[in-house]
T-cell receptor, first 112, second 114 residues
Framework: DAKTTQPTSMDCAEGRAANLPCNHS???????VYWYRQIHSQGPQYIIH???NNETNEMASLIITEDRKSSTLILPHATLRDTAVYYC?????????????FGAGTRLFVKA | GAGVSQSPRYKVAKRGQDVALRCDPI?????LFWYQQALGQGPEFLTY????????KSGLPSDRFFAERPEGSVSTLKIQRTQQEDSAVYLC????????????FGAGTRLSVL
């Protein structure tokens, strides 16, 4: 079972900020929060990750609550090309011997 | 190329036929993952390699599924005696494997079993 809970779908107007929530109430102390997105007919693409501090890169910002039980991915100025399925994943930082669980994700529709 | 490459992009098989799906990871990446993605669902973990060692194969759905990475680079996912329920997109991802867990995915192989 997925360790995260996300809304099934969301809409956003082009040019506005898209705020995608994720609940991960059972997250462990050493687990990071990762976000990926999958555009139709492509493989998932890494967006951003964080442990407890807020993070920002050229694609998005990640806001993690102080208790780490939830987070929000922010796309500051959504474009039509941001229409995709967004996956929130919790995982330890080392890749050795773990199973990545994606869940169903949030389908974001950016509308003109 | 610089990314993860999968071949073929599309594969049509008759039920009962064996298929082999190839993954070329990013050069130097230690970790390699295979996933199965059914239509409208998220990717489901199949198996994981660290170099040539298959450390986790708990997601393989049956003994008809077999994966190998003999030289720690290219990997092959083999499905024997394909069934209709094997129809899905098979995704490969690689990761540098050192203190980060950022996975880089290929575009996948879409398998249709008729």
């Amino acid at each position: 079972d997925a360790k995260t809970t996300q809304p099934t779908s969301m809409d956003c107007a082009e040019g506005r900020a898209a705020n995608l929530p994720c609940n991960h109430s059972t997250i462990s102390g050493n687990e990071y929060v990762y976000w990926y997105r999958q555009i139709h007919s492509q493989g998932p693409q890494y967006i951003i990750h964080g442990l407890k501090n807020n993070e920002t890169n050229e694609m998005a910002s990640l806001i993690i609550t102080e208790d780490r039980k939830s987070s929000t991915l922010i796309l500051p100025h959504a474009t039509l090309r941001d229409t995709a399925v967004y996956y929130c994943i919790v995982s330890p930082p080392n890749t050795g011997g773990f199973k990545t669980i994606f869940g169903a994700g949030t389908r974001l529709f950016v509308k003109a | 190329g610089a990314g993860v490459s999968q071949s073929p992009r599309y594969k049509v098989a008759k039920r009962g036929q064996d298929v082999a799906l190839r993954c070329d990871p990013i050069s130097g990446h230690v970790s390699l993952f295979w996933y199965q993605q059914a239509l409208g669902q998220g990717p489901e973990f199949l198996t994981y390699f660290q170099n040539e060692a298959q450390l986790d194969k708990s997601g393989l759905p049956s003994d008809r599924f077999f994966a190998e990475r003999p030289e720690g680079s290219v990997s092959t996912l083999k499905i024997q005696r394909t069934q209709q329920e094997d129809s899905a997109v098979y995704l490969c991802a690689s990761s540098h494997g050192v203190s980060k867990n950022i996975q880089y995915f290929g575009a996948g192989t879409r398998l249709s079993v008729l």
